[in-house]
T-cell receptor
Framework: RKEVEQDPGPFNVPEGATVAFNCTYS??????FFWYRQDCRKEPKLLMS???SGNEDGRFTAQLNRASQYISLLIRDSKLSDSATYLC????????????FGSGTRLSIRP | DGGITQSPKYLFRKEGQNVTLSCEQN?????MYWYRQDPGQGLRLIYY???????QKGDIAEGYSVSREKKESFPLTVTSAQKNPTAFYLC?????????????FGPGTRLTVT
């Protein structure tokens, strides 16, 4: 089993829709969780951290479910500019050698 | 403007040749990283450096070498020993390895070896 798994998609939704996708992780000792966004043929950029209590940043909501070992990202009122690949990042503890990137979920927003 | 630069954006080499990818940052970050990304796969850590004159192997260091002679620079050499060198190479930096998830990436270098 992969350490971090994401549905590769693509998720193809109309503008204005709400879309959510999950990322599961296998190491129950994982401590830190993040979502990155990567545009086509560009570098990844940090989108948001994921806290146990859940956190919201505008139209984006990230949640962590430790019992089921997954994190989620919800995008409300999706915009065309949200089209990108969303990478899940899991870190067992603060160490560069342990950072694990998921393979990404591709999201495409259509007009 | 602070940031990370990688050059060149595209690089083509013949099999059997070593090639060095450049990475420079002016963010005054101590930690720097090299990743490789293949289609449909997550980023995989090649090497990282916590401080000048120090570097550690990541998950897929075989066939690669690095140096960290200056804080700003962390070049990666892809040697002829790397069996599948064609990939998208990303350099990143963070304040320290304890802030590894808050890293800034360079624009990447696409290496094609034929």
């Amino acid at each position: 089993r992969k350490e971090v798994e994401q549905d590769p998609g693509p998720f193809n939704v109309p503008e204005g829709a709400t879309v959510a996708f999950n990322c599961t992780y296998s190491n129950s000792a994982s401590q830190s969780f993040f979502w990155y966004r990567q545009d086509c043929r560009k570098e990844p950029k940090l989108l948001m951290s994921v806290y146990s209590s859940g956190n919201e940043d505008g139209r984006f909501t990230a949640q962590l479910n430790r019992a089921s070992q997954y994190i989620s990202l919800l995008i409300r009122d999706s915009k065309l500019s949200d089209s990108a690949t969303y990478l899940c990042v899991v870190i067992p503890y603060s160490s560069a050698s342990k950072i694990i990137f998921g393979s990404g979920t591709r999201l495409s927003i259509r007009p | 403007d602070g940031g990370i630069t990688q050059s060149p954006k595209y690089l083509f080499r013949k099999e059997g040749q070593n090639v060095t990818l450049s990475c420079e940052q002016n963010l005054n970050h101590d930690a720097m990283y090299w990743y490789r990304q293949d289609p449909g796969q997550g980023l995989r850590l090649i090497y990282y450096s916590q401080i000048v004159n120090d570097f550690q192997k990541g998950d897929i260091a075989e066939g690669y070498s690095v140096s960290r002679e200056k804080k700003e620079s962390f070049p990666l050499t892809v040697t002829s020993a790397q069996k599948n060198p064609t990939a998208f190479y990303l350099c990143a930096s963070s304040i320290g390895v304890d802030r590894v998830a808050e890293q800034y990436f360079g624009p990447g270098t696409r290496l094609t070896v034929t």
